[in-house]
């Protein structure tokens, strides 16, 4: 499976953002997947997750209300939209894919990594 992030880039503090993530070379649709980021300096953690479903998804307490993830397994991709961001959201965004469909929330149980994709707030 390969994962292509995109959609990142510079945004005020308030603002939105919407990240995607395209899938190809699996059966997208039966992958629980993930967004994970990385702030400078800091360790990977993780932000969001999907099932194949759709539904139910899981979030980091400190997005929880702003971001929103879903998936359209018709066009194999996976998005975050991302709402009143702060200077804290600045990290590389990568997506992540695990063949399963329970959804969890460390890196380590997830098989297939996207390249990341630079999302900055300024403040």
């Known amino acids: 499976v390969q994962l292509q992030a995109s959609g990142g880039g510079l945004v005020q503090a308030g603002g939105s953002l919407r990240v995607s993530c395209a899938a190809s070379g699996g059966i997208f649709s039966t992958y629980t997947m993930g967004w994970f980021r990385q702030g400078p300096g800091k360790e990977r953690e993780f932000v969001a997750a999907i099932n194949w479903s759709g539904g139910t998804p899981n979030y980091a307490d400190s997005v929880k209300g702003r971001f929103t993830i879903f998936r359209d397994n018709g066009k194999n991709t996976v998005y975050l939209q991302m709402d009143s961001l702060k200077p804290e959201d600045t990290a590389i965004y990568y997506c992540?894919?695990?063949?399963?469909?329970?959804?969890?929330?460390?890196?380590?149980?997830?098989?297939?990594w996207g390249q990341g994709t630079q999302v900055t707030v300024s403040s």
């Open positions: 992540a894919a695990r063949r399963t469909t329970v959804i969890k929330t460390l890196a380590r149980e997830y098989t297939y």
